[in-house]
Protein backbone atom coordinates (compact mmCIF):
# COMPACT_ATOMS: atom_id res chain seq x y z
CA UNK A 1 0.00 0.00 0.00
CA UNK A 2 2.82 2.39 1.08
CA UNK A 3 4.68 1.40 -2.34
CA UNK A 4 1.87 1.90 -4.26
CA UNK A 5 1.26 5.83 -2.82
CA UNK A 6 4.44 6.31 -3.01
CA UNK A 7 4.39 5.55 -6.43
CA UNK A 8 1.83 7.76 -6.78
CA UNK A 9 3.13 11.00 -5.35
CA UNK A 10 6.46 10.51 -8.08
CA UNK A 11 4.36 10.53 -10.91
CA UNK A 12 2.13 13.73 -9.35
CA UNK A 13 4.81 15.45 -8.76
CA UNK A 14 6.59 14.90 -12.40
CA UNK A 15 3.44 15.65 -13.53
CA UNK A 16 2.31 19.29 -11.31
CA UNK A 17 6.54 19.83 -12.98
CA UNK A 18 5.50 19.20 -16.00
CA UNK A 19 9.36 17.03 -16.77
CA UNK A 20 7.55 13.80 -16.49
CA UNK A 21 5.51 13.21 -19.92
CA UNK A 22 7.23 16.00 -21.56
CA UNK A 23 10.69 13.67 -20.70
CA UNK A 24 8.66 10.80 -21.92
CA UNK A 25 7.77 12.25 -25.05
CA UNK A 26 10.98 13.43 -25.55
CA UNK A 27 13.03 10.14 -25.61
CA UNK A 28 10.57 7.98 -27.42
CA UNK A 29 10.59 10.67 -30.16
CA UNK A 30 14.53 10.94 -30.20
CA UNK A 31 14.43 7.07 -30.06
CA UNK A 32 11.96 7.29 -33.25
CA UNK A 33 13.64 10.22 -35.01
CA UNK A 34 17.43 8.58 -34.90
CA UNK A 35 15.83 5.03 -36.67
CA UNK A 36 13.66 7.56 -39.06
CA UNK A 37 17.23 9.16 -40.06
CA UNK A 38 19.48 5.95 -40.40
CA UNK A 39 16.78 4.61 -43.18
CA UNK A 40 16.64 8.24 -44.64
CA UNK A 41 20.13 8.73 -45.29
CA UNK A 42 21.55 5.60 -45.30
CA UNK A 43 21.68 2.08 -47.25
CA UNK A 44 20.63 -1.48 -46.17
CA UNK A 45 23.23 -3.86 -45.62
CA UNK A 46 21.36 -5.98 -48.15
CA UNK A 47 21.32 -3.86 -50.43
CA UNK A 48 25.08 -3.45 -51.17
CA UNK A 49 26.17 -6.57 -50.16
CA UNK A 50 25.66 -10.52 -51.08
CA UNK A 51 26.44 -13.88 -49.22
CA UNK A 52 29.45 -15.21 -50.73
CA UNK A 53 28.06 -18.84 -52.79
CA UNK A 54 24.58 -17.75 -52.99
CA UNK A 55 25.13 -17.01 -56.82
CA UNK A 56 23.89 -17.48 -60.00
CA UNK A 57 24.72 -20.39 -62.43
CA UNK A 58 24.19 -20.15 -66.08
CA UNK A 59 22.87 -23.03 -68.40
CA UNK A 60 22.48 -23.58 -71.83
CA UNK A 61 20.63 -25.97 -74.61
CA UNK A 62 20.48 -26.10 -77.98
CA UNK A 63 17.05 -26.32 -79.58
CA UNK A 64 14.44 -26.15 -82.56
CA UNK A 65 11.86 -23.50 -82.51
CA UNK A 66 9.24 -24.15 -84.69
CA UNK A 67 5.69 -22.74 -86.17
CA UNK A 68 7.62 -19.63 -87.66
CA UNK A 69 5.86 -18.10 -90.62
CA UNK A 70 8.28 -19.24 -93.51
CA UNK A 71 10.98 -16.68 -91.50
CA UNK A 72 13.05 -19.86 -90.28
CA UNK A 73 16.27 -21.41 -91.55
CA UNK A 74 16.87 -22.51 -95.24
CA UNK A 75 17.91 -25.64 -94.53
CA UNK A 76 20.76 -25.00 -97.10
CA UNK A 77 22.64 -22.35 -95.85
CA UNK A 78 22.14 -24.46 -92.36
CA UNK A 79 22.33 -27.92 -92.54
CA UNK A 80 22.22 -28.27 -89.06
CA UNK A 81 18.57 -27.33 -88.63
CA UNK A 82 17.55 -30.57 -91.16
CA UNK A 83 19.76 -33.00 -88.93
CA UNK A 84 18.24 -31.93 -85.70
CA UNK A 85 14.70 -32.10 -87.13
CA UNK A 86 15.32 -35.58 -88.33
CA UNK A 87 16.71 -36.68 -85.31
CA UNK A 88 13.28 -35.39 -83.30
CA UNK A 89 11.01 -37.00 -86.22
CA UNK A 90 13.29 -40.27 -85.70
CA UNK A 91 12.71 -40.17 -82.11
CA UNK A 92 9.03 -39.46 -82.55
CA UNK A 93 8.89 -42.51 -84.71
CA UNK A 94 8.63 -40.62 -88.23
CA UNK A 95 11.09 -41.60 -90.87
CA UNK A 96 11.82 -39.31 -93.12
CA UNK A 97 13.96 -40.21 -96.19
CA UNK A 98 13.34 -36.69 -98.57
CA UNK A 99 15.15 -33.78 -98.47
CA UNK A 100 13.85 -31.30 -96.16
CA UNK A 101 13.03 -27.67 -97.20
CA UNK A 102 10.86 -26.65 -94.50
CA UNK A 103 11.49 -22.82 -93.80
CA UNK A 104 9.59 -23.00 -90.35
CA UNK A 105 11.69 -24.55 -88.43
CA UNK A 106 14.90 -22.55 -86.61
CA UNK A 107 17.70 -23.88 -84.73
CA UNK A 108 18.30 -21.72 -81.39
CA UNK A 109 20.65 -21.79 -78.56
CA UNK A 110 18.61 -21.61 -75.44
CA UNK A 111 20.44 -19.62 -72.13
CA UNK A 112 19.01 -19.26 -68.40
CA UNK A 113 20.23 -17.90 -64.97
CA UNK A 114 19.76 -21.17 -62.34
CA UNK A 115 19.09 -18.76 -59.09
CA UNK A 116 20.68 -20.06 -55.48
CA UNK A 117 18.59 -22.58 -53.68
CA UNK A 118 16.00 -22.32 -56.19
CA UNK A 119 13.76 -26.02 -55.57
CA UNK A 120 12.39 -28.71 -57.98
CA UNK A 121 9.34 -27.92 -59.94
CA UNK A 122 10.26 -23.88 -60.19
CA UNK A 123 10.04 -22.09 -63.47
CA UNK A 124 12.63 -19.74 -64.48
CA UNK A 125 12.85 -17.43 -67.62
CA UNK A 126 15.16 -18.63 -70.56
CA UNK A 127 16.17 -16.35 -73.52
CA UNK A 128 16.18 -17.64 -77.23
CA UNK A 129 18.62 -16.94 -80.03
CA UNK A 130 18.81 -18.02 -83.66
CA UNK A 131 21.77 -20.41 -84.44
CA UNK A 132 21.41 -20.11 -88.56
CA UNK A 133 20.20 -17.62 -91.16
CA UNK A 134 16.54 -16.86 -89.59
CA UNK A 135 14.72 -13.39 -90.26
CA UNK A 136 12.49 -13.42 -87.29
CA UNK A 137 11.67 -15.84 -83.95
CA UNK A 138 7.83 -14.27 -84.21
CA UNK A 139 5.63 -16.57 -84.03
CA UNK A 140 7.50 -19.37 -82.82
CA UNK A 141 7.22 -22.17 -80.16
CA UNK A 142 10.15 -23.50 -78.49
CA UNK A 143 10.08 -27.65 -78.51
CA UNK A 144 11.60 -29.60 -75.51
CA UNK A 145 15.12 -28.11 -74.50
CA UNK A 146 17.15 -29.85 -72.27
CA UNK A 147 19.34 -27.18 -70.36
CA UNK A 148 22.83 -28.38 -68.38
CA UNK A 149 25.17 -26.77 -66.71
CA UNK A 150 28.70 -26.31 -66.72
CA UNK A 151 29.38 -29.69 -65.35
CA UNK A 152 27.37 -31.42 -68.14
CA UNK A 153 24.07 -32.37 -66.00
CA UNK A 154 20.74 -31.49 -67.02
CA UNK A 155 19.26 -29.20 -64.39
CA UNK A 156 16.68 -27.60 -66.32
CA UNK A 157 14.05 -28.19 -69.52
CA UNK A 158 12.68 -25.20 -71.00
CA UNK A 159 9.71 -25.15 -73.94
CA UNK A 160 6.97 -22.48 -74.99
CA UNK A 161 5.94 -19.82 -77.03
CA UNK A 162 8.48 -16.82 -77.91
CA UNK A 163 8.18 -13.69 -77.02
CA UNK A 164 9.88 -11.13 -79.24
CA UNK A 165 10.13 -7.22 -78.78
CA UNK A 166 11.40 -6.43 -82.22
CA UNK A 167 10.03 -7.09 -86.28
CA UNK A 168 11.20 -6.75 -89.62
CA UNK A 169 8.74 -6.01 -92.49
CA UNK A 170 10.57 -6.21 -96.08
CA UNK A 171 9.27 -5.50 -99.32
CA UNK A 172 10.37 -5.22 -103.12
CA UNK A 173 12.26 -2.17 -102.85
CA UNK A 174 12.26 -1.48 -98.83
CA UNK A 175 12.88 -2.85 -95.39
CA UNK A 176 11.75 -1.61 -91.79
CA UNK A 177 13.21 -3.01 -88.97
CA UNK A 178 13.13 -2.71 -85.17
CA UNK A 179 14.88 -4.46 -82.49
CA UNK A 180 16.17 -7.73 -82.57
CA UNK A 181 13.77 -10.35 -83.85
CA UNK A 182 16.18 -13.11 -84.11
CA UNK A 183 16.16 -13.43 -80.06
CA UNK A 184 12.95 -13.66 -77.65
CA UNK A 185 12.40 -14.44 -74.32
CA UNK A 186 10.10 -17.38 -72.82
CA UNK A 187 8.33 -16.19 -69.92
CA UNK A 188 8.94 -19.00 -67.26
CA UNK A 189 9.81 -21.11 -69.72
CA UNK A 190 11.81 -23.67 -68.03
CA UNK A 191 10.88 -25.84 -65.67
CA UNK A 192 13.78 -26.95 -63.50
CA UNK A 193 14.61 -30.84 -62.85
CA UNK A 194 18.06 -30.98 -60.98
CA UNK A 195 18.33 -29.13 -57.29
CA UNK A 196 21.73 -27.67 -56.50
CA UNK A 197 23.66 -28.70 -53.46
CA UNK A 198 21.95 -27.12 -49.99
CA UNK A 199 25.14 -25.71 -47.90
CA UNK A 200 23.38 -23.18 -46.39
CA UNK A 201 21.91 -24.99 -43.52
CA UNK A 202 25.57 -26.45 -42.58
CA UNK A 203 27.39 -22.88 -42.60
CA UNK A 204 28.86 -21.91 -39.20
CA UNK A 205 30.65 -18.68 -41.01
CA UNK A 206 29.24 -16.66 -43.41
CA UNK A 207 31.25 -14.51 -45.44
CA UNK A 208 29.43 -10.80 -47.27
CA UNK A 209 30.71 -9.71 -50.41
CA UNK A 210 30.98 -6.13 -51.32
CA UNK A 211 29.23 -5.35 -54.63
CA UNK A 212 31.11 -2.19 -54.94
CA UNK A 213 34.31 -3.21 -53.19
CA UNK A 214 36.06 -0.70 -50.49
CA UNK A 215 37.59 -0.30 -47.51
CA UNK A 216 35.58 2.34 -45.88
CA UNK A 217 31.99 0.58 -46.61
CA UNK A 218 33.45 -3.04 -45.33
CA UNK A 219 34.49 -0.63 -42.33
CA UNK A 220 30.90 0.73 -41.96
CA UNK A 221 29.03 -2.49 -42.32
CA UNK A 222 31.51 -4.53 -39.94
CA UNK A 223 30.88 -1.35 -37.53
CA UNK A 224 27.26 -1.10 -37.88
CA UNK A 225 26.78 -5.33 -37.19
CA UNK A 226 29.01 -4.98 -34.23
CA UNK A 227 27.27 -2.70 -32.58
CA UNK A 228 23.61 -4.44 -33.83
CA UNK A 229 24.80 -7.34 -32.28
CA UNK A 230 26.28 -6.18 -29.20
CA UNK A 231 23.05 -5.19 -28.14
CA UNK A 232 21.14 -7.83 -29.45
CA UNK A 233 23.24 -11.11 -28.26
CA UNK A 234 26.32 -9.16 -26.44
CA UNK A 235 28.50 -10.75 -28.68
CA UNK A 236 30.23 -9.23 -31.92
CA UNK A 237 30.01 -11.41 -34.96
CA UNK A 238 31.45 -9.41 -37.86
CA UNK A 239 35.11 -8.53 -38.55
CA UNK A 240 36.58 -6.82 -41.98
CA UNK A 241 38.30 -9.15 -43.67
CA UNK A 242 39.64 -7.00 -47.12
CA UNK A 243 37.98 -4.18 -48.61
CA UNK A 244 35.78 -6.73 -50.27
CA UNK A 245 34.69 -9.05 -47.98
CA UNK A 246 33.26 -8.85 -43.97
CA UNK A 247 33.47 -11.68 -41.99
CA UNK A 248 30.11 -12.67 -39.72
CA UNK A 249 30.10 -15.53 -37.31
CA UNK A 250 26.81 -16.63 -36.27
CA UNK A 251 25.65 -16.01 -32.84
CA UNK A 252 24.71 -20.02 -31.29
CA UNK A 253 21.22 -18.43 -30.39
CA UNK A 254 19.75 -17.56 -33.95
CA UNK A 255 19.56 -19.73 -37.07
CA UNK A 256 21.68 -17.99 -39.98
CA UNK A 257 18.55 -17.19 -42.10
CA UNK A 258 17.30 -15.11 -38.80
CA UNK A 259 20.75 -13.59 -38.31
CA UNK A 260 21.05 -12.72 -41.96
CA UNK A 261 17.27 -11.21 -41.77
CA UNK A 262 18.02 -9.03 -39.01
CA UNK A 263 21.52 -7.76 -39.98
CA UNK A 264 20.55 -7.20 -43.48
CA UNK A 265 18.14 -4.61 -42.37
CA UNK A 266 20.96 -2.50 -40.79
CA UNK A 267 21.69 1.02 -42.45
CA UNK A 268 25.14 2.54 -43.61
CA UNK A 269 26.07 5.19 -45.80
CA UNK A 270 28.55 3.34 -48.34
CA UNK A 271 31.46 5.11 -49.78
CA UNK A 272 31.63 5.91 -54.00
CA UNK A 273 34.85 6.11 -55.83
CA UNK A 274 35.70 9.83 -57.32
CA UNK A 275 34.77 8.66 -61.07
CA UNK A 276 33.58 10.31 -64.20
CA UNK A 277 31.87 8.17 -66.73
CA UNK A 278 31.98 9.31 -70.13
CA UNK A 279 29.99 7.58 -73.28
CA UNK A 280 31.09 9.15 -76.43
CA UNK A 281 28.35 7.41 -78.36
CA UNK A 282 25.10 8.76 -76.85
CA UNK A 283 26.88 12.22 -75.10
CA UNK A 284 26.10 10.81 -71.60
CA UNK A 285 28.59 11.98 -68.75
CA UNK A 286 27.86 10.73 -64.89
CA UNK A 287 30.02 13.00 -62.86
CA UNK A 288 30.30 10.98 -59.08
CA UNK A 289 29.83 13.00 -56.04
CA UNK A 290 33.61 13.24 -54.95
CA UNK A 291 34.86 14.27 -58.09
CA UNK A 292 36.94 17.53 -57.50
CA UNK A 293 39.04 19.41 -60.00
CA UNK A 294 42.38 21.58 -58.98
CA UNK A 295 41.70 25.12 -60.40
CA UNK A 296 42.09 25.32 -63.90
CA UNK A 297 41.55 27.84 -66.66
CA UNK A 298 38.95 26.83 -69.94
CA UNK A 299 38.01 28.21 -72.96
CA UNK A 300 36.20 26.39 -75.75
CA UNK A 301 35.24 27.19 -79.32
CA UNK A 302 34.40 25.48 -81.89
CA UNK A 303 36.04 25.81 -86.01
CA UNK A 304 33.69 25.52 -88.33
CA UNK A 305 34.79 24.41 -92.01
CA UNK A 306 32.32 24.27 -95.39
CA UNK A 307 33.70 23.45 -98.45
CA UNK A 308 31.61 23.61 -101.43
CA UNK A 309 32.16 22.33 -105.04
CA UNK A 310 30.16 24.06 -107.55
CA UNK A 311 31.88 22.74 -111.42
CA UNK A 312 31.31 24.66 -114.16
CA UNK A 313 31.43 24.34 -117.99
CA UNK A 314 33.87 26.17 -120.10
CA UNK A 315 32.38 26.52 -123.89
CA UNK A 316 34.79 27.22 -126.70
CA UNK A 317 33.91 30.05 -128.87
CA UNK A 318 31.84 29.42 -132.09
CA UNK A 319 33.53 27.74 -135.27
CA UNK A 320 36.93 27.27 -132.94
CA UNK A 321 36.53 23.54 -132.82
CA UNK A 322 37.56 23.40 -129.42
CA UNK A 323 36.38 20.86 -126.50
CA UNK A 324 33.54 21.90 -124.15
CA UNK A 325 35.40 20.58 -120.61
CA UNK A 326 34.54 20.49 -117.09
CA UNK A 327 36.09 23.08 -114.74
CA UNK A 328 36.54 22.91 -110.59
CA UNK A 329 35.13 25.78 -108.39
CA UNK A 330 35.70 25.42 -104.88
CA UNK A 331 34.45 27.40 -101.74
CA UNK A 332 35.67 27.11 -98.59
CA UNK A 333 34.37 28.94 -95.70
CA UNK A 334 36.11 28.97 -91.93
CA UNK A 335 33.86 30.21 -88.96
CA UNK A 336 35.73 29.79 -85.53
CA UNK A 337 32.72 30.65 -82.82
CA UNK A 338 34.45 32.31 -79.76
CA UNK A 339 34.33 30.25 -76.34
CA UNK A 340 33.88 32.27 -72.69
CA UNK A 341 37.07 31.52 -70.61
CA UNK A 342 35.45 29.87 -67.13
CA UNK A 343 38.16 29.32 -64.29
CA UNK A 344 36.54 25.96 -63.35
CA UNK A 345 37.69 24.19 -59.48
CA UNK A 346 35.78 23.18 -56.80
CA UNK A 347 35.65 20.86 -53.47
CA UNK A 348 32.20 19.59 -54.44
CA UNK A 349 29.72 18.82 -56.93
CA UNK A 350 27.52 21.35 -57.38
CA UNK A 351 30.37 23.70 -57.51
CA UNK A 352 32.22 21.22 -60.68
CA UNK A 353 28.49 21.80 -62.81
CA UNK A 354 27.96 25.32 -62.09
CA UNK A 355 31.64 26.12 -63.58
CA UNK A 356 30.57 24.37 -66.54
CA UNK A 357 26.98 25.74 -66.92
CA UNK A 358 29.32 28.74 -67.01
CA UNK A 359 30.83 28.33 -70.55
CA UNK A 360 27.48 27.16 -72.10
CA UNK A 361 28.78 23.38 -73.50
CA UNK A 362 26.88 20.49 -74.93
CA UNK A 363 27.37 17.34 -73.88
CA UNK A 364 30.10 17.00 -76.47
CA UNK A 365 31.93 19.84 -75.28
CA UNK A 366 31.92 18.86 -71.65
CA UNK A 367 33.30 15.40 -73.00
CA UNK A 368 36.18 17.08 -74.32
CA UNK A 369 36.80 19.62 -71.83
CA UNK A 370 36.70 16.82 -69.31
CA UNK A 371 39.62 15.13 -71.50
CA UNK A 372 41.61 17.98 -71.65
CA UNK A 373 41.28 18.52 -67.77
CA UNK A 374 41.85 14.85 -67.16
CA UNK A 375 45.34 14.92 -69.39
CA UNK A 376 46.33 18.31 -67.60
CA UNK A 377 46.54 16.45 -64.37
CA UNK A 378 43.77 18.82 -62.82
CA UNK A 379 40.90 16.00 -62.38
CA UNK A 380 41.12 14.66 -59.13
CA UNK A 381 39.67 11.43 -60.24
CA UNK A 382 39.17 8.17 -62.22
CA UNK A 383 38.13 8.73 -66.21
CA UNK A 384 35.99 6.20 -67.46
CA UNK A 385 35.33 6.15 -71.14
CA UNK A 386 32.49 3.76 -72.43
Known amino acids: MRRW ?25 LATA ?3 AGREGGVRVKDVTSLKGMRDNQLVGYGLVIGLPGSGDTMRNSPFTEQSLRSMLDRMGVN ?20 PFAGRGTRIDVTVSSLGDARSMMGGTLVVTPLMGGDGQIYAVAQGAISVSGFEAEGDAALVAQGVPTAGRVPNGALIERELPDQFRDMRSL ?42 RQPEQVSPMRFLAEV ?15 DERTGTVVIGQNVQISTVAVTHGNISVRITERPFADQPNPFSQGETVILPDTEIEAEETGGQLAIIGGADLQTLVRGLNQIGLKPMGIIAILQAIKTAGALQADLVVQ
Open 264 to 278: GELTITPDTPARVVI
Open 207 to 248: LLELRNPDFRTAVAIADAINDYSLARWGERTAVERDFRSVFL
Open 34 to 36: HAD
Open 96 to 115: VDVTLRARNVAAVIVTADLQ
Open 5 to 29: ILTCLVIVALAASGHGPVALHSVAG
